[in-house]
């Protein structure tokens, strides 16, 4: 058994008794290439996934889209029966078509048949955390949000979802969702470049808000910085472990859910939960947001 970390300490979600690891686990890259089909190394995938849960990850990140539904089938042969206190969050809004592109998914039945899709493969009567995500690709675009969100609360109604939350979404979007759902947690992108949410995250913590931010080294293509590469030099640790790091000390609301197929990288990530950047150094670290991603 791998000996537990302290994670980055825990984030009780608004209005509930649910109390999550700061530093959890995001399972998309337990899927193929350009997450479609099986992985290549089944037993690996299972691999990882225990070894999360036995360094004291209580919260993964997924969505029956991941595959499509092959990560949520993963999850299912590896650890169910679910410990307690495992927290399983995942994603409505997009679908994938045969030539592996992502399209919205956001009509009535496409959310609808999106909760049983997750129910059914992941094995659960009911699911946790389900955000919804609307926008762009890489970011939100204004909008209402009331249509879709009312499907998801008549489900919640009928007990299939316990709690929702939000990905890709603005303030305005917050604010329409809170008047007609309790909203636990928001999901954007963000990380030490790109700092377009410092001010939601702020007012989200105000709130007692989750703010989930996903791909915290820029993505499909990582974050190339001298500051980054400085840092984490000196501290003795890599690039990912520092953003990470940095993340965790931003804003005691966000949680992580930085993905891997590989337990050596898990560990990896995991460690950064114990690193403590001085201020001097988070300092620099901030000037690594540029003119292109101004702050608000």
Same mark, same amino acid.
């Given at each position: ?19 999550l ?9 337990? =899927? ?9 190394d089944?037993?690996? =995938? /299972?691999?990882? !996934?225990?070894?999360? #849960?036995?360094?004291g ?17 993963? +999850?299912r042969q ?9 927290? /399983? ?15 919205? =998914? ?6 609808i ?7 059914r ?15 762009a690709v ?6 209402? /949000?009331? *249509? ?8 919640q109604?009928?007990?299939?979802? %316990? ?18 759902a *309790? +909203? ?9 470049? #790109?700092?377009q949410?410092?001010?939601? +995250?702020? *007012?989200?913590?105000?709130?007692? +808000? ?5 791909f ?16 984490a ?23 992580l /859910? ?12 995991? *460690? =950064?939960?114990? !690193? ?13 947001a540029?003119?292109?991603h101004?702050? %608000?």
């Open positions: 058994m791998t000996q537990q970390m302290e994670l980055g300490g825990s984030f009780t979600l608004s209005g509930t008794s649910t109390s690891k700061r530093m959890g686990y995001g399972a998309m890259q337990l =899927a193929g290439p350009q997450v479609w089909g099986p992985p290549g089944m037993d690996a =995938a /299972i691999a990882v !996934l225990r070894q999360a #849960l036995a360094a990850v209580n919260h993964i990140d997924t969505s029956d889209y991941y595959g499509p539904h092959v990560t949520n089938q993963i +999850i590896a650890l169910h029966p679910y410990e307690k206190g495992l927290v /399983i969050v995942t994603k409505l809004g997009a679908r994938r078509l045969a030539d592996k592109s992502w399209v919205h =998914a956001l009509a009535r039945q496409e959310l048949d999106g909760v049983h899709d997750n129910l493969n992941l094995g659960l009567d009911a699911l946790d955390v389900v955000n919804l995500r609307v926008g890489l970011g939100p675009s204004e909008g209402s /949000i009331e *249509e879709p969100l009312t499907v998801l609360v008549e489900l109604r009928q007990g299939l979802i %316990r709690h929702l939350g939000l990905s890709n979404v603005t303030r305005a979007q917050l604010a329409e969702a809170q008047a007609i *309790e +909203i636990v947690c928001v999901q954007n992108l963000y990380n030490v470049a #790109l700092r949410d410092d001010g939601f +995250i702020d *007012e989200l913590a105000l709130r007692g +808000i989750a703010y989930v931010p996903f915290p080294l820029g993505g499909f293509t990582p974050l190339q910085s001298s500051a980054l590469d400085r840092t030099a000196a501290l003795r640790a890599t690039p990912m472990q520092i953003a990470l790091a940095w993340l965790l000390q931003r804003s005691p609301n966000i949680l /859910i930085p993905g891997t197929s590989s337990v050596k990288h898990l560990r990896e990530n995991l *460690e =950064a939960a114990t !690193l403590r950047i001085p201020s001097e150094i988070l300092s620099e670290l901030d000037s690594i540029g003119d292109d101004p702050k %608000r």
